[in-house]
């Protein structure tokens, strides 16, 4: 089975821009999370899809959104950038339905906000 | 929110030898597992547990559900410098249908040959 694909992996952008990520889950995957690295605060939860729903949230501005398609494919937008936005963007899919719950994470888009 | 203690924040070891660290939560788990990530990757998943007390090894790592439920714990045996990395613990809260995992800040480990 082909891993977590994340596109794309370097992205540079002025602040006040804005950006969207793609995320292509493992197959047969139904959940798909995001999360932002940095070296300060390491891995922060930004939200769950599953089945074209945002089934979990974290504490992050409403800048932040994302969305899921009906191939589990999910894409994260970031309006308006900020310097602080710079980042590694982590997706990562899960079956999302069974007790026995595992993450897989892609490679990450590392995000540099100038 | 719920937040992750791991432990050792970092360690530089010598090649050969062993090493530990765990992660401790403030409420009980039903999910642990744990992650290594190299420089420009993503985490790559070394071992789930799913029942406390479980013991469940992988190559030279072993990993431990703890029996209270509030902890972890990962060892590596005989380390080799291709275990340089940061070890990450994750957990999931028992109770609900919460299937957010929780993470820990990580370990940095490097080893010298």
């Known amino acids: 089975k082909a891993g977590v694909t994340q596109t794309p992996r370097y992205l540079i952008k002025t602040r006040g821009q804005q950006v969207t990520l793609s995320c292509s889950p493992i197959?047969?995957?139904?959940?798909v999370s995001w999360y932002q690295q940095t070296p300060g605060q390491g891995l922060q939860f930004l939200f769950e899809?599953?089945?074209?729903?945002?089934?979990n949230k974290g504490n992050f501005p409403g800048r932040f959104s994302g969305r899921q398609f009906s191939n589990s494919r999910s894409e994260m937008n970031v309006s308006t950038l900020e310097l602080g936005d710079s980042a590694l963007y982590l997706c990562?899919?899960?079956?999302?339905?069974?007790?026995?719950?595992?993450?897989?994470f892609g490679p990450g888009t590392r995000l540099t906000v100038t | 929110g719920q937040q992750l203690n791991q432990s050792p924040q970092s360690m530089f070891i010598q090649e050969g030898e062993d090493v530990s660290m765990n992660c401790t939560s403030s409420?009980?788990?039903?999910?642990w597992l744990w992650y290594k990530q190299e420089p420009g990757e993503g985490p790559v998943l070394l071992i789930a547990?799913?029942?406390?007390?479980e013991l469940t090894s992988n190559g030279r790592l072993t990993a431990q559900f703890g029996i209270t439920r509030k902890d972890s714990f990962l060892n590596i045996s005989a380390s080799i410098p291709s275990d340089v990395g940061i070890y990450f613990c994750?957990?999931?809260?028992?109770?609900?249908?919460?299937?957010?995992?929780?993470f820990g800040k990580g370990t940095l480990l490097t080893v010298n040959p």
């Open positions: 547990l799913y029942k406390a007390g």
């Open positions: 409420s009980i788990f039903n999910t």
């Open positions: 899809y599953f089945s074209e729903t945002q089934r």
């Open positions: 990562a899919s899960s079956d999302g339905t069974s007790y026995y719950y595992e993450q897989y």
């Open positions: 197959s047969g995957h139904r959940s």
């Open positions: 994750a957990g999931r809260e028992s109770g609900g249908s919460n299937y957010k995992l929780t």
